[in-house]
Structures are given as C-alpha cells and as structure tokens.
C-alpha cells in the first residue's frame, strides 16, 4: 500500500497562491465583525487582567512554569505575552491574530486535503474557513488554545504524512534519510500539545 506523496506538482504549486487568497479574503470577510468584539468572559484572567503578560522576561519564564496560568497552555500564553508587547490591551490585534490563524488553518486543511488526494479539497478548504462550528474559537480571545493548536496539528501533519511515505511504501533506505520530516512532526506535536492539552 503506498502512501500519498506529498510533493506537489508544479501546476499545483502556481495554482496555490490564487485559491489561497480566496479562502483567506473568505475567512477574513466571515470574521470581520469579530475584530471590534472586545474582551469577554474570561479573556481577563487570559489576557487584560494577566499580571504575567504585563511583566517582562519574568513574566514569560513564569508562563513556562506549571501552575502560573488558568491552564498550562504555554504556547498560547507565550503568544499572548508577545501580543501584549506588540499592541499592549487593545482587543483588535489579538482578535485579528486568531482570524489570521484559523485563515492559515483553513489553507492548511485544504492543501492537507489535497495531498490526501480527497476530491474537492479547496472546497473542503472553504468550508473549514466558514463553518460556523468554529465561530467560537475564531472570535473568542481564549479560544486561541484551538486555533494555534490547530495550527500546530495541521503544520505537523505534512512532514509526518513525508516521512511515512517511504515507510509504508517499503522503502526504508530513503526513510533513513528523512527523519528529520519525523523529528518536525513531532516538534509540531509537542507544540499542538503546548497550546491544547
């Protein structure tokens, strides 16, 4: 049973750009209402009320230690504390942050999709991108926990999907060669875990 391969065509490499922008300008016109939703319930003790995200390198050392934040999500508080570097309190930027990574996530859905060789993978894509499950998570400050570790899950699965390829196809020589596609799946892994438990 071989696996699929991963390697895109160059007919489909010229053709990603375009149906990129369409679902990320579709995601993006989907959530634009959520970028003036403001905080609400517990972005306090996520983000404006989070003496750790105010602080300096202390602060981010500590998101780093167990049982210093809500819950030990220290890729999303990591994040969070950049951000707050970056636009300090204003609700905009974090909100435009989580619309700017479940429009990655969409994209990502749709080329995973389309090394599966599943039919209709940039309207898998767009679906994922509008489905309204995912308004939550999308427009929810706190929710970043989803849509980062999403982010991670679907980064991870290209160079896992890479490295079993040669595996399942009985070519263990050229596996030899491509563990590292099997050490940066399982860095993404790690992350995914270290956004979402």
């Known amino acids: ?31 634009t209402p959520a970028m003036s939703a403001g905080f609400i319930w517990d ?45 300090g309190l204003h609700p905009e930027g974090y909100h435009i942050m989580n619309i700017v990574l479940h429009a990655l996530n969409a994209v990502l859905v749709w080329r995973l999709a389309l090394v599966l060789r599943i039919s209709w993978p940039w309207l898998i894509g767009a679906v994922f991108a509008l489905h309204p499950v995912h308004v939550e998570s999308v427009a929810w400050i706190t929710e970043r926990k989803n849509t980062l570790s999403g982010l991670f899950y679907l980064v991870g ?32 892994f790690v992350l995914a875990l270290l956004s979402k438990s």
């Not at 003790?45 to 050392?61: F, M, S």
């Open 1 to 31: 049973m071989a696996a699929a391969s991963v390697t895109l065509e160059p007919s489909s490499r010229q053709s990603a750009l375009p149906g990129a922008l369409v679902i990320v300008a579709l995601t993006l016109l989907a959530y």
């Open 43 to 87: 972005d306090d003790q996520y983000v404006w009320a989070n003496p750790l995200l105010q602080q300096g390198w202390d602060g981010l050392r500590d998101i780093w230690t167990p049982r210093k934040t809500p819950q030990y999500y220290p890729a999303v508080f990591t994040m969070f504390w950049i951000e707050n570097q970056i636009w």
């Open 157 to 188: 699965a290209i160079p896992n999907l890479r490295f079993d390829e040669d595996a399942v196809g009985g070519r263990e020589e050229a596996s030899k060669g491509r563990w590292w596609f099997y050490a940066a799946s399982f860095a993404c």
